[in-house]
């Protein structure tokens, strides 16, 4: 679990986050996403939102092949160590964190525009 304000990862269940000091909300699932609704968005953002992603997705294409071979290899480690290896969990969650904030950003949930980062 992480903390929603910082980021920091929270071990165990703690009511507070022990880098910020701000109040850690239970969750049902290990995934949330939130988006505030915005009263007005940037028209020239807008207009050009789609040729601004192209880059994104051209990216996201190759890395997303690069995903499925290290889920592949993943579910063999897996299978033989029984746990999840830290640096495919890390490499794999981060392509869709990077995913989920183009999407967002394409179909106008967001004017920020997402940056080359799995961060």
């Known amino acids: 679990m992480f903390c929603r304000n910082c980021g920091k990862e929270l071990t165990g269940t703690p009511e507070i986050c022990p880098n910020c000091g701000t109040k850690v909300a239970a969750t ?3 995934i949330s996403i939130e988006v505030e609704r915005s ?3 940037s028209r020239l953002t ?3 939102r789609f040729f601004m992603a192209i880059p994104h997705y051209i990216v996201l294409y190759f890395i997303g092949i690069a995903a499925a ?3 592949f290899i993943s579910w063999w480690a897996i299978l033989f160590i029984g ?6 969990f890390y490499f794999v969650s981060g392509y869709f964190r ?4 183009v999407n967002g950003y394409s179909i106008f949930l967001t004017d920020k525009y997402p940056p080359f980062s799995f961060d």
Do not use: D, H, K
């Open 28 to 30: 049902l699932y290990p």
């Open 98 to 101: 990077w995913n989920a904030r």
């Open 39 to 41: 009263e007005r968005l």
């Open 69 to 71: 071979v290290v889920i």
């Open 83 to 88: 746990r999840y290896p830290q640096w495919a």
């Open 46 to 48: 807008t207009f050009f």
